[in-house]
């Protein structure tokens, strides 16, 4: 049985030694640099149509020219 997500739920989160926090709530997936204000935000329907793949590649393929 699953409960439902009724208000955000906050989370901390370690990646490569930096500490984030990870909010889900009904609009998607947001996760910040711990004592930032602007991160990376994912809604729900861009995660279940492949948008979020697509953006992914694109932004791993810029880096490859930028190196």
């Known amino acids: 049985m699953t409960t439902k997500l ?15 926090t990870l909010t889900i709530d009904k609009d998607g997936l ?3 640099a711990k ?4 991160g990376l935000e994912l809604g729900w329907k ?4 492949g948008d ?8 791993g393929s810029l880096q490859q ?3």
């Open 6 to 20: 009724e208000g955000p739920l906050r989370r901390e989160i370690d990646v490569g030694g930096q500490p984030y």
């Open 30 to 32: 947001r996760l910040v």
């Open 35 to 38: 004592g930032k204000r602007k």
């Open 46 to 49: 861009a995660l279940i149509s």
């Open 52 to 59: 979020a793949a697509l953006a992914a590649a694109l932004q």
């Open 65 to 67: 020219l930028r190196h």
